[in-house]
């Protein structure tokens, strides 16, 4: 039996009425979900919230938004890349997230809208995600923040893309990136662990959904050996910087989390790591049913990056 939190049941009983999204076409599915309306919080105070443009490939552009807290700075700077399996979501589902982010650990936050499957496949929105690391190393100054201090995470798929980030900036030589926090990731797009079998069916994220999201941002099965598509397979992950990996209890991709951080502890990479007890997938980007696990989420971010002192000339 599954040990779920009472919200975590709540939340799960009206997720499975809706209707399977891997029936429908994305398209469908983006308009189903911008008609539903989106629970009023509360949200924490700021001192700034804009939204930028962020260049990319082929002469486009992504939107970007910036969370500046109160103080007098310059401030850490957090990337932050959105979940929704590459087809879904955008930079409103982890709004109040990432404001609660930028007020608990005192970061400038910069979520980004990078570009979507399968309208645009795999590399385009690792590319798209690495583009706004280079992006904010080079512009990061221009609203108050230290680009000396760098902070790349995410959700779901986006925490994927973080970590294959860190690894892009590795190897490309690019900028120095202090930490990263991945909560929940897909690291495997295999999708053949235990967990996978276990919450295969009617805890916030199908298998079935997985494949969906996965096909429709693959190009080809090779794709799958990629290490930046799964970071997990990856031959090499020395060098890269302290991670918090954050998983559900109750979510198929726990076990390829748990086995990423163990992975790169192997590679001497500081880990910490957390699996939240009684969690679904989801549950960071809904702040009106899991404010309280949010807040503890976000209370363990600070703490880990306190704790590998990414505050460089402040600690």
């Known amino acids: 039996m599954a040990n779920l939190d009472p919200q975590a049941e709540k939340y799960l009983q009206a997720f499975n009425q809706m209707p399977p999204i891997h029936t429908m076409d994305p398209k469908t599915v983006r308009e189903m979900l911008s008609k539903t309306p989106r629970p009023a919080v509360k949200l924490d105070p700021l001192s700034r919230v804009k939204n930028l443009m962020i260049p990319v490939s082929q002469d486009e552009e992504i939107k970007c938004r910036v969370y500046i807290p109160e103080g007098q700075g310059p401030f850490p700077l957090f990337i932050y890349y959105h979940g929704g399996g590459w087809v879904l979501g955008d930079i409103e589902s982890t709004d109040a997230s990432c404001r609660?982010?930028?007020?608990?650990?005192?970061?400038?936050?910069?979520?980004?809208?990078?570009?979507?499957?399968?309208?645009?496949?795999?590399?385009?929105?690792?590319?798209d995600a690495y583009a706004a690391l280079e992006w904010v190393y080079e512009k990061g100054s221009s609203f108050n923040g230290d680009v000396t201090r760098l902070v790349v995470g995410g959700?779901?798929?986006?925490?994927?893309?973080?970590t294959?980030?860190?690894?892009m900036a590795r190897d490309k030589k690019g900028p120095d990136i202090a930490a990263q926090v991945l909560i929940y990731p897909p690291t495997n797009l295999e999708f053949n662990t235990e967990s996978h079998q276990t919450f295969a069916k009617g805890f916030g994220l199908d298998r079935e959904q997985l494949i969906w999201f996965r096909d429709h941002y693959l190009g080809n099965e090779?794709?799958?050996?990629?290490?930046?598509?799964?970071?997990?397979v990856a031959q090499d992950l020395s060098g890269l910087p302290p991670a918090i990996v954050i998983t559900a209890e109750n979510d198929v991709l726990r076990d390829?989390?748990?086995?990423?951080?163990?992975r790169l502890k192997k590679f001497?990479?500081?880990?910490?790591?957390?699996?939240?007890?009684?969690?679904?997938?989801?549950?960071?980007?809904?702040?009106?049913?899991?404010?309280?696990?949010?807040?503890?989420?976000?209370?363990?971010?600070?703490?880990?990056?306190?704790?590998?002192?990414?505050?460089?000339?402040?600690?």
């Not at 969690?279 to 306190?306: D, P």
């Open 222 to 232: 090779e794709d799958r050996c990629n290490k930046y598509a799964s970071p997990l």
């Open 100 to 127: 609660m982010i930028a007020i608990r650990t005192d970061c400038i936050v910069v979520s980004v809208n990078y570009r979507l499957a399968p309208e645009y496949k795999f590399p385009t929105p690792v590319e």
């Open 164 to 167: 294959v980030v860190t690894m």
């Open 256 to 262: 390829e989390g748990m086995a990423y951080a163990e």
């Open 268 to 315: 001497d990479v500081y880990v910490e790591y957390v699996c939240e007890p009684g969690m679904v997938h989801g549950f960071f980007a809904h702040m009106a049913i899991f404010s309280k696990n949010i807040e503890s989420t976000v209370s363990k971010i600070e703490k880990f990056l306190s704790t590998v002192k990414y505050k460089i000339g402040i600690d």
């Open 155 to 162: 959700d779901s798929v986006g925490g994927n893309l973080a």
